[in-house]
Structure formats: structure tokens, C-alpha cells
């Protein structure tokens, strides 16, 4: 009998994660951290934000197709407000998908976001 078997496909893998992943027409984002070490949330997730758009758009899909999305922040009280903001200003309307945020201690000190989501190939 035979079966019908989805490929994996790993995108830029490293010894401890692969940017993304894809199985079928699913696509899974690693945690996406800022580029810059200032501590300003604005700017961190704008830069994440830039992450995601180009790891999508490398993966064929785009931010219409998110379906969820985990979301760390290193200071809740202080940052979810600016946070929401921009992602707001980021997210099309009537494309928002199912979503968390949480307070977590980060990796490095100065990480004041972490991104990490589930999406849809265009």
C-alpha cells in the first residue's frame, strides 16, 4: 500500500535551528530576535517585524497568511502598549491570527522582543 508522504524542507538550517521550517502548505518561523542592542521596543520589533516579512516572502507567503504567533516580551507592563502599536501598524486589516504574549526572561540582556510564528504558503 502506498502513502502519501509530505517532504520536510528546512530553511537556512544551524546546528540548533533552522529559520524556518515547511511540511506541506504549513510554515513554522523559529523565534525571530532584533538585529540592534538598543533598548527601545519600537525599534526591536520593527526590526523582528523585518525578519518575518523577509523569511515569509523566502518561503513564498506573507504576513496575510499568519495563522498564529507567540510573542515574548522581556517587560510586559512597560512594553506591550508600544508593542501592540506596531504590530497594529504592521498587520493588515482582517488578517490578525491567533495570538499570545507572555513575559519572559530573554537569552541576552538586551532582547526586549521575540517573534515566533505559524503560517500558510501563499
Known amino acids: 500500500m ?18 524556518s521550517v515547511e511540511y506541506g502548505n504549513l510554515l513554522f518561523l523559529s523565534g525571530q ?31 496575510r497568511h499568519i495563522l498564529s504567533a507567540q510573542i515574548w516580551l522581556k517587560n510586559i507592563e512597560r512594553d506591550f502598549a508600544a508593542f501592540n502599536e506596531a504590530w ?3 498587520m493588515p486589516d482582517g488578517h490578525s491570527p491567533a495570538r499570545a504574549a507572555v513575559q519572559a526572561e530573554m537569552a541576552r540582556p538586551e532582547i526586549l522582543v521575540e517573534i515566533m510564528l505559524t503560517a500558510v504558503k501563499a
Open 2 to 19: 502506498e502513502t502519501n508522504r509530505m517532504t520536510i524542507i528546512r530553511n537556512n538550517p544551524q546546528p540548533r535551528l533552522s529559520a
Open 88 to 90: 497594529v501598524e504592521w
Open 33 to 63: 530576535t532584533p538585529k540592534s542592542n538598543e533598548e527601545e521596543i519600537t525599534l526591536q520589533t520593527h526590526e523582528v517585524l523585518e525578519k518575518i516579512d523577509a523569511l515569509l516572502a523566502e518561503a513564498g507567503s506573507d504576513k
